[in-house]
Structures are given as C-alpha cells and as structure tokens.
C-alpha cells in the first residue's frame, strides 16, 4: 500500500505556492508573486516603484573545512543571487543562522573535524567581513547549538534585494536571452579555486574532502562588480544575468543558453588569475565574484568602455546561439559538445524509498524542579537561548539608513527583535519585516510538527513587529542528513520519510495560512565520516519569512512600555515539551549525555503542534489590534516557553511585571513547570494601556485572550500560578544569567 | 545663494552614498553622487570647484587593505590635490564620516592645522577591542569649536560602527587641538563626562576624541554616523518614545547636514 510521489518539490513545495497564487486571483486581487521558483531568487510585489527579492543559501561544508573563507563566500555568494535575479536587484539586507557544536565543547572529537569554537569564530568573522566591506546590513542572525552539528555545521546566509518594476523601459524581472547576444563575463578572474565546490558540498564530509574545492570570496571586487553592473543594468547595457555560483560558467552558460537555444563560449578568452588551467577546469571552476551576462551585440562597445572606466574586468567569452548545443571550445579545439535537451532533462528520475515509524523517547523520569526562579535563570543562560550580542554586533546593521527596527531592541538594545524592519528606499513609508522559525529538537519526533511550527514561528514573529498577514512570502531550506538508502545509510528510508512529512506538514500549513513558499534549497548531504565515525545533522528546516508593513511608522518591538500597561495572553498552552529546550535541561539536570548522533534526552514525545483553526483567527484579531494601534508591545512564546517570553519583554523593556496565570485554565491545568516552559505555538504575549484594555478585548471577544497582570514600575519579574508566586526575579539577575554564556567567546 | 551643491564621492567600496544623498537632499541641498574615477578622469559633469560641500562617506574603500582610507586618500593625493587645495582655499565645506574621516586624516586635511593639508598629523588606529562593532553612542560637542557642522549642538546619539577609530596624535598636536578647540566632539559616558571607557567610548581613543576639525571649522571629520540618525524611527529606542510624545519630527544626525547647508548658504560664519 505504498504511496508514490512525483518530486516532492512539485507536489508540495511549488504546489502551495501555485494555490495560492490561484486563490489570489481567483478573489479578484492581483498576484502578488512576481517570479517564483524560475530565478535565481524569489520575486514579490512591494510597491509600484520596486519589487522584493528574496534568496538563502547554506554553504556548510566549505564552512566545516575553512570557517573564515567558506562562510565568507556564503554571504558573498549569496548576494549573487538577488543580484542576478530579473535583470539584476540591488542588495538590502543580510540574514545568517547557524547551527553549531557547542564552542565549549570538550569531549574528544573525531580526528580531522575543527573544534566548534574555531569553527564559530571564523564563520562569524566570514560573514561580518563580507557583510560589512559589501555595505550590506544584517536584519537577522540565529544560532542553534547541538552536538549534531559537530561533523558539519550548518551556515545559512540570505540576501534581500530590491528589484525595479520597470528597468530600462521593461519588467525587470523579465530577462532574454536572444542568438547574436554575446557571452560576457564580469568581476573576478578564473583560477583554481572552488573547483569541485559543488559536488564536494553534496557529498559525505570525509578526509578525502579537498581544501581547494573551498572559494575564497573577496567582497571589495564584488561591489566594484556591483556598482558597475547597476549603471550597466539602468541604461540597458544587457538582456540578461545570473551569477557564477556552483559549477561557475557550465552553469551559468549552460543555463542561459537554455533560452536562445544555444551558446558557443571560448574558454581561452576567459580572464584567468594564472596560466596554466586546463580548459576543464576553467569551465567548472567556482572562482568567485563573477557573473555572466548576454549583452546584444550593438552593446558591447558601450558596455565594455564602462568596465573599464569602472576598472572592472570583462570579457567576451561567445555568443548565445540556437544551434541546440552549447559548444565548447579552447581556441580552435572543441572540448565540449553538448546537446541542450540532454543538458537540462537528461537526468533521470531517481527512485526513493521512504518508510515511516514514528519513534518514541523516554520521558523526564525524576521529580520536576521546585525552584522555578533557579530553573528560568539556568533556561536564560543556555546556549539556545542566552544572548549572542558579542559576535552579532560586529555585523552592521543600519548601514543604507532604512533599518527600522533593529535586530537589539529595548530600553539598553540587547533583546533580540522578534522581527526587524526596513524601508525600501529613503522618502518611503512602506515597509518589509524579516523573521525565520527554525527548530531542528522538533525533527527527532516528528518532522511534520516541526516544519509546522517553524513556519508558525516566522509568521508570529512577522505580526509582532506589525507586518500584514496577506503578505507574508517564505522561503525554505532543507539541511537534512543523506536520506538515500545505502550501506553507510541504513536509516535512509527513514530519514527519506522525515523529509516527506516535513514537505507535508509545511504544504499544509502554507495553504491554511495562504504563505506562498517563493524560494529555497535543500542540502541533503549533511553527514560527516572523518575518523571513522559518521555523525549526521539533525533534519533542519529554516524557514525565513519577509512580510510588509505599511508604515514603518507603525512597527512594534517586543519591551514592555510603561508602568501601568495591561498584559495580555493570546492563545492556548498545551502539555507539548516534547522537544523543548526546558526538557533538555531536565536531561542535563538528571546527568544524561547524548550518545554519539543522537539527540540530547530529554526529548519526550509530545512535540507542539499546530492547528490552523485555532491560531489563524488569533491572528488575524491581533492584525486587527494592532491596525487599530491598541498594542504597545508583542512578543511570542518560542523556545523556551511562555516564561522565555516574559523574561525577554520586561529585559528588554527594564520595567518590572507582574503577572498572574491563574486567570487561564489552560494553564492552571498543566503542572508549574509545563507551564512556563512548554513550547505550544500559536501564542502571543501583548501589552496595552490601560485605557484600550476594553477595546482589545472587544476584538478578541470569543478566542483565547486572558488578561493576566500589568507592567510594573518595580525592577522584577513576577509569576504567580495556582494562587502561588512561582517565578521572582529581578530584571537585572535575568540580563546576567541571559548575557554571560557567550559573552567572552 | 539656494541649494548648494555637495559632491558625494562614491565608489571604490565606499557604502553611505543612498543615506548621505538623502541627508544632504532633506537638509536643502542638491547632492550629486560621483563616482571618483568619474572626477579623476573628467568625465563627470562637473568639476571639484563647481561645489561649495564635499562629503567623504563611510565605507570600506579598497577594503580598507593597508589601512583604513589609505588607498582612497592616495588616489586623491597623486590625482586631485591641487583641486582639492583650491576648493578649501575657496572656503569649501567638507564633512567626513567615518571611512571619509579616516581618509581626511590620511590626506591631512584634518585638523589641517597652520594651513597645510597636506601632512598627516594624527590617525585613526584600530580600536583597542579589536574588530567592527555596531552600537550607538553619546556625544558631547565643544560650544567653543570653529566647527560650522555643529553650531547648536550639545549632545547627540549616533552609531558607531567602525574597527578603527582611535583618534592619536603626538602630544604637542594634542594639545593644540585641546587648545583650540578643534576636537568638537566626544565619547560620553553614562554621566555624561567624556569617557576613555568601553563601550561608552568604543575605540580606547585618549581624551574621548570623536570628531575634530580644522582651524577654521570648515572642514569636519567624526567616527560615528550622523548619516544613520536622518529619522525618528533611526533612534534605538523609537517605539517607546514615539508612545512616550517625546519623538522629534527628524533624527538628530540632519542638524550636522543642515549646520553645513547653512554655511554653504552664508548664514552661518
């Protein structure tokens, strides 16, 4: 009684997003999805003078073998993408997350792998650097420790781009790519550098693995490239553009002959960094800092004279043709010859078995702590939890001058934001709001929960910084382990069935929520078997959201305000810690370690779920509040739970709370410490004068809105349950046990 | 005179040019973004001496290999000095931010001091916590300054967002610049005295320096961005004060730019 699926990617990942583009049209609204899945990034309409475009990358295994050079080439890489989506946007804003090995790691480590600590910090600098010499803000950055990531670390780097509507007098989304246009090459020179980045990132890391299959990015060439392409790009200079990533000009040129019919590209012409590369290598060679571009012939002249001016380097490689081949030669000899329908759809399908059985873990099996106030600073100073501000404030975050809301907020700037915002161009009202929901605990009971509630996540953080919920777009990107049966793999079909109830649990709840999915990618080689022993990444879901709002003006951040605010409770606690960061401390708390390659226990089994029939009406009356500007502040219980929640907003907002969760049965009904720290979705935490209380809870008459206490003038946190006070803290105990985790490495 | 035209130079791995343009538009201003290569070569429309403001924005120029501004101050210092001597001699106004302050320093034109702009003088090392960081800032501005970029005013929050912004310079430099009022801004601490203490002051630099000027206050460089304070909404804590009625229609960075407009248009002496 197997069930076949045709692509995963049709079926549920472009599936969603066509349904929703259907359901848009079909209300009479026009498509808010301008070019989705074709691209090199996903395209959003903004505003009548530019579109959003949206990409993120992963580079994990160059990151694994050279941190500094590997992540660096992630963020670098990645702004190619935007940059070479339609006819080219200009870049806005850097997202990165990462999912690390603890940095204070101390058991021993497989021969070869890098300490995490070392791998953290170059990672880190990578990406400051090419952030910050690109003159690129971040408006986002995460980090998730896991003993998992020990063999291969996670680096995920995005970019956010605004593409005009109109460039040149057309669509700027719309490129061409007709026989006659020439074969230009842009930015950097060819050398020896990243040949076999591609493959090598989708294999097993083992010591086998070659160092210079790493490109090394340098940024400075990269905005000169830029720059230049811009002027390039407004005066009409090209047709079309994509970027040299992976697999450089055999993918590049490969893929835009796809629209001609055709190209004929002269390896020997392309710019090198020395002599000596064979034609072969040329062709694959990942050196970076190059796009490749079609520049009609009448062009040429013009476009070149520019390059130089701007001392940038270009060169013409060929033309585009329609012979239906794309012929490859090295001078006067042919190295290449490739018929064009092979080139795309000659890959044949792959067969995948997937079987899925639900596992189960062992529950906490001692007595749950009494000292709430001990267990709330141990949570704060976790690794997952506690304040990552040291490293992150070496990243930009407001160069450009349109960051709005910050990723630090509050009275001191050191609470993370639970969605930043950003204007699109200086005299702009308008706005965009970055937010991403990723939770790889939630994949070791099931993965369709989790991929629920990561999207859950982002779209939660969107409406607490005040974004629209019909206009929130998601991009996805799948790190799994190998999930191909095999000998090495055993547990394939497993982990095969993990990505197929992923794909589901996000197919469902996209179209409930109408999120279109506009972007993404997957790496599905996230294993590593140096010194012998194979240890895989949990299945990793990062979901990252851009949504809009239409007056920046309007935004909301997470502090608590002022004395005297009312606090309300949106939403319903449930027993689901399975999978929290507080069952985790439990397990530690009882001396449990992970075996190698398994999750940490506690991991328990009841994992948070989401219902779209509760949240979404939740949802859309805190739209509505927020709308009518009733709430001062909105913060979402996550990882961590409710108690999280509150300790953040009354640090970030350094005034006192004091909150009373009897006046919700959800929660009297569940034990203390379930209460606190169990991780259900759906929930917000809101505050409102004192004067508007009636009319928010005139919005929320008939859902899950208790108004549970008021913000105080008093320097601590405050948390009584079943008549006792259970939580007692003051504000300045939390932001030590909140900062000093990682605030020296 | 209305609407004085600033030259933003651009390029070369700078990046304020979009939130300087504003800055300078908002404040009255006609800002044309030049690339240098452009006024190098000639190609640009129009000539050094055609403006009375030249703005050197923040950045990475050259990635700021062989020290910050070093690269960028050398192409102007073989290609364009003579211009560059002209226009300050014409009484032009310069402002530099941060990359811009460092190139300034570099070529000499800060602090400029007997009227020769051309011989550093002084440096912006790395900062004693090595690394960029990003955080905000209190400034204290000196009412005796010459400076005609600050006239007004008293203290100011703005980012710092740099690597190397120690401002050093031998003692008897030093001390002219105490002397004559030519440091004209500070790092201030929480009690609002000018503080070496990080991350109050997020560089180590001696006696808080965060800004100085020439002689005849014309020519400005400061660390932090006045270019990042255009808007309301720029301020780290906006939300609570748009709530608390104490927002200000503009961010407090635009009184720099309109300080130089002013001057530019002969109000200001």
């Keep these: 009684d197997a069930e076949i699926i045709h692509s995963l990617f049709s079926t549920y990942i472009r599936g969603t997003t066509l349904e929703v583009d259907r359901a848009v049209k079909q209300r009479g609204d026009s498509s808010w999805l301008v070019s989705v899945f074709h691209d090199n990034a996903g395209v959003v309409a903004f505003d009548d003078r530019d579109h959003l475009v949206y990409k993120v990358e992963t580079h994990n295994s160059p990151s694994a073998l050279d941190p500094y050079g590997g992540a660096m080439t992630g963020i670098v890489g990645v702004n190619r993408d935007p940059f070479g989506t339609g006819r080219g946007a200009e870049l806005l804003a850097n997202v990165w997350g990462y999912c690390f090995a603890s940095p204070f790691h101390e058991q021993a480590r497989p021969a070869g792998l890098l300490h995490p600590r070392r791998i953290r910090d170059g990672v880190h600098q990578g990406v400051i650097d090419g952030g910050n010499q690109s003159g690129v803000p971040y408006g986002r950055g995460f980090e998730i420790f896991d003993p998992r990531f020990l063999g291969k670390p996670l680096v995920f780097c995005g970019t956010v781009g605004r593409l005009p509507v109109t460039i040149a007098g057309r669509p700027g989304e719309d490129k061409t790519v007709s026989p006659g246009d020439r074969i230009v090459m842009v930015g950097g020179r060819i050398g020896a550098d990243g040949i076999h980045g591609a493959t090598f990132s989708s294999a097993a890391l083992d010591e086998t693995a070659p160092i210079q299959a790493v490109q090394i990015g340098d940024p400075i060439t990269q905005k000169r490239m830029f720059d230049f392409l811009i002027e390039a790009r407004d005066r009409g200079l ?346 985790r401390l439990r397990g530690e708390l009882d001396k449990f370690h992970a075996a190698p390659g398994e999750p940490s226990p506690y991991v328990g089994n009841r994992v948070p779920t989401v219902d779209a029939a509760e949240t979404l009406p939740i949802y859309r009356a805190l739209e509505t509040a927020v709308r009518t500007k009733l709430v001062r502040s909105a913060t979402t219980p996550g990882k961590g739970g409710l108690a999280l929640a509150f300790a953040r907003s009354a640090m970030a907002g350094e005034l006192g709370m004091d909150v009373d969760l009897d006046a919700a049965p959800d929660l009297v009904a569940l034990p203390p410490d379930v209460a606190m720290f169990s991780e259900s979705n759906g929930r917000f935490v809101v505050t409102v004068a004192a004067r508007d209380a009636a009319a928010l809870e005139a919005i929320f008459r008939g859902l899950p809105c208790r108004r549970i206490g008021a913000v105080t003038a008093a320097t601590s946190l405050r948390v009584t349950l079943g008549g006792l006070l259970r939580i007692n803290l003051e504000i300045a105990t939390m932001k030590s046990a909140y900062k000093e985790t990682l605030a020296h490495v | 005179m209305s609407e004085p035209r600033v030259l933003i130079l651009t390029g070369l791995g700078l990046n304020c040019e979009a939130e300087t343009e504003a800055a300078f538009a908002m404040a009255g201003a006609k800002p044309d973004k030049v690339h240098l290569l452009d006024l190098l070569d000639g190609t640009a429309p129009h000539k050094l001496a055609d403006y009375p ?122 001390d002219r610049l105490e002397r004559e009022h030519l440091v004209v801004a500070r790092y201030l601490g929480p009690d609002g005295i000018p503080t070496e203490e990080w ?25 932090p961005h006045p ?10 804590q906006w939300t609570k004060r748009k709530l608390s009625g104490v927002q200000t229609a503009e961010g407090d960075g635009m009184k720099i730019f309109r300080n130089g407009v002013w001057a530019a248009m002969g109000y200001v002496d």
Excluded at chain 1, 538 to 563: C, M, N, R, W
């Design chain 2, 227 to 236: 270019d990042a304070y255009l808007y309301p909404f720029h301020h780290p």
């Design chain 2, 53 to 174: 403001i030249l703005a050197f924005i923040g950045g990475f120029a050259f990635g700021d290999h062989l020290g910050a501004g070093s690269v960028f101050a050398n192409k102007i210092r073989w290609r364009l000095y003579d211009d560059l001597l002209a226009f300050i001699a014409k009484g032009g106004l310069a402002l530099g931010v941060c990359n811009g302050f460092q190139t300034m320093v570099r070529l000499g034109l800060l602090p400029g001091l007997d009227g020769d702009f051309k011989t550093p003088r002084a440096t912006l090392a790395q900062n004693d916590r090595p690394g960029y960081r990003d955080a905000w800032v209190t400034l204290g501005f000196d009412p005796a300054s010459p400076c005609l970029w600050t006239r007004g005013i008293d203290t100011m929050e703005l980012p710092s967002r740099h690597g190397e912004g120690k401002f050093l310079a031998d003692a008897a430099i030093a």
């Design chain 1, 238 to 583: 090209y047709a079309s553009i994509t970027d040299n990533g992976a697999g450089g000009l055999s993918s590049s040129v490969g893929e835009m002959a796809k629209a001609s019919g055709g190209a004929r590209l002269d390896l020997a012409k392309a710019p090198l960094k020395y002599a000596g590369l064979a034609p072969w290598e040329i062709f694959l060679s990942e050196a970076q800092e190059r796009m490749t571009l079609a520049v009609p012939e009448g062009d040429v002249a013009e476009f070149l004279a520019l390059a130089k001016r701007r001392e940038v380097d270009a060169a013409v490689l060929g033309t585009f043709t329609d012979s239906g081949f794309l012929e490859v030669v090295f001078g006067p000899e042919t190295v290449a010859m490739l018929d064009m329908e092979f080139l795309h759809e000659g890959d044949p399908d792959l067969d995948l078995p997937a079987v899925w059985e639900p596992r189960t873990f062992p529950e906490p099996a001692g007595p749950a702590p009494v000292d709430l106030d001990a267990t709330l600073l141990a949570m704060l100073s976790r690794l997952n939890l506690c304040s990552n501000e040291t490293k992150a404030r070496h990243y930009d975050h407001e160069v450009k001058g349109l960051t709005v809301v910050k990723p630090w907020v509050g009275a001191s700037a050191d609470v993370p934001a639970e969605a930043t915002v950003f204007l699109i161009r200086h005299g702009a009202k308008r706005g965009y709001v970055l937010s991403e929901g990723v939770n790889p605990f939630y994949s070791d009971i099931d993965t369709y929960a989790m991929a629920q509630s990561v999207l859950d996540e982002a779209v939660r953080k969107q409406l607490c910084a005040g974004a629209r919920l019909d206009r929130i777009a998601a991009l996805d990107n799948f790190c799994w382990p190998d999930p191909v049966q095999s000998p090495g793999t055993p547990d394939g079909a497993y982990k095969m069935a993990q990505l197929v109830r992923a794909c589901r649990g996000l197919y469902d709840l996209t179209r409930a929520y109408q999120t279109p999915l506009v972007s993404g990618k997957d790496s599905m080689k996230n294993d590593s078997t140096m010194g012998g022993v194979k240890i895989s990444v949990p299945p990793t879901l990062l979901v990252s959201a851009i949504g809009q709002i239409d007056d920046v003006a309007d935004a909301l951040t997470l502090d608590v305000k002022f004395e005297g605010d009312v606090v309300y409770l949106l939403g319903l606690t449930k027993d689901e810690t399975g999978g929290s960061e507080y069952f």
């Design chain 2, 199 to 223: 991350p109050f002051n997020p560089n180590g630099s001696p006696s808080a320096v965060a800004g100085v000027c020439d002689p005849s206050g014309r020519l400005f460089g400061l660390m």
